[in-house]
T-cell receptor
Framework: AQSVTQLDSQVPVFEEAPVELRCNYS??????LFWYVQYPNQGLQLLLK??????LVKGINGFEAEFNKSQTSFHLRKPSVHISDTAEYFC????????????FGTGTQLKVEL | GAGVSQTPSNKVTEKGKYVELRCDPI?????LYWYRQSLGQGPEFLIY????????DSGLPNDRFFAVRPEGSVSTLKIQRTERGDSAVYLC?????????????FGQGTRLTVV
């Protein structure tokens, strides 16, 4: 079984400032890692994913995340946020053994202010 | 449309009633997933189909919940004898295959309110 912890339920940040959204996971097996974004009144959209290879993963909208196996973390970062980045962000994991069953964290609400 | 479609977008029902929630996946996607998102929580896995068969239904909370996908395309999530605790947003997703490295595309969800 896997679990995902997103310690920050809300992160306020000013426009053009950098941001980091934290994600830690726990699993007894190898996992794939994902970040999804949910804009108001929209479905979940995949931002980026780590499957294998380079631990630094780049996604859409200028976001990137780094997989750290020793710290079991997959923090999401953006060097300069925009008002349009205001949304709920979910970290998720799935078992590499098969199936696309995702285990999600509780989400982090990113609020970008002027 | 090109995305995953869920109907209705909102459903209000009385405690004890039966409800059906529908999901139209992206054409050609063989895998289909149902998740439930309660207020303030992340989505929780309910069931996933590969083709017409339920490959994993370990997330269904009890026998009041049932899902079908008779022709390998549209799926219906059925909830009997609804309870107030069933109130949540029910999300459907589909992917080309069931491998963990295939991207799952989500619908906008059905918000179920049991009064």
């Amino acid at each position: 079984a896997q679990s995902v912890t997103q310690l920050d339920s809300q992160v306020p940040v000013f426009e053009e400032a950098p941001v980091e959204l934290r994600c830690n996971y726990s699993s007894s097996v190898s996992v794939y890692l994902f970040w999804y974004v949910q804009y108001p009144n929209q479905g979940l959209q995949l931002l980026l994913k780590y499957l294998s290879g380079s631990t630094l993963v780049k996604g859409i909208n200028g976001f990137e995340a780094e997989f750290n196996k020793s710290q079991t973390s997959f923090h999401l970062r953006k060097p300069s946020v925009h008002i349009s980045d205001t949304a709920e962000y979910f970290c998720a994991v799935s078992d590499t053994g098969g199936g696309n069953k995702l285990t999600f964290g509780t989400g982090t609400q990113l609020k970008v202010e002027l | 449309g090109a995305g995953v479609s869920q109907t209705p977008s909102n459903k209000v029902t009385e405690k004890g009633k039966y409800v059906e929630l529908r999901c139209d996946p992206i054409s050609g996607h063989t895998a289909l997933y149902w998740y439930r998102q309660s207020l303030g929580q992340g989505p929780e896995f309910l069931i996933y189909f590969q083709g017409t068969g339920a490959a994993d239904d370990s997330g269904l909370p009890n026998d009041r919940f049932f899902a079908v996908r008779p022709e390998g395309s549209v799926s219906t999530l059925k909830i009997q004898r609804t309870e107030r605790g069933d109130s949540a947003v029910y999300l459907c997703a589909s992917s080309l295959g069931a491998g963990s490295n295939t991207e799952a595309f989500f619908g906008q969800g059905t918000r179920l309110t049991v009064v």
